[in-house]
Nanobody
Framework: VQLQASGGGLVQAGGSLRLSCAAS????????MGWFRQAPGKEREFVGR????????YYADPVKGRFTISRDNAKNTLYLQMYSLKPEDTAVYYC?????????????????????WGKGTLVTVSS
């Protein structure tokens, strides 16, 4: 099983960027998939996640209203559309999958609850 994140790059503050996460080796159409990020010197931080079968999404407060998670089950691909980017959004972004038994709601932001991880893609937002 492999998760491959892509789409990172350098963008100016206020700009937009879309990340993709292509899954192979297993379908995740009935699982949760999410995004985390890790800035230099900081712990990995939950960004948000989506239930792949129904599309319900959950977001961390710092990105609510600016980031949108979507999926294409036919392509086994997860997306993270980022708008109004800020310098503090600079980080390596990772996609991850939560498979059964699923992480309970109150623990969805805990990285230890995710079973599969991609290698990450770097997003740099300049001021």
């Amino acid at each position: 099983v492999q998760l491959q994140a892509s789409g990172g790059g350098l963008v100016q503050a206020g700009g937009s960027l879309r990340l993709s996460c292509a899954a192979s080796g297993r379908t995740f159409s009935r699982d949760f998939m999410g995004w985390f990020r890790q800035a230099p010197g900081k712990e990995r931080e939950f960004v948000g996640r989506i239930l792949m079968s129904g599309g319900r999404t959950y977001y961390a407060d710092p990105v609510k209203g600016r980031f949108t998670i979507s999926r294409d089950n036919a392509k086994n691909t997860l997306y993270l559309q980022m708008y109004s980017l800020k310098p503090e959004d600079t980080a390596v972004y990772y996609c991850a999958a939560d498979t059964p038994p699923f992480t309970i709601y109150s623990e969805m932001s805990n990285a230890r609850g995710y079973d599969y991880w991609g290698k990450g893609t770097l997003v740099t937002v300049s001021s």
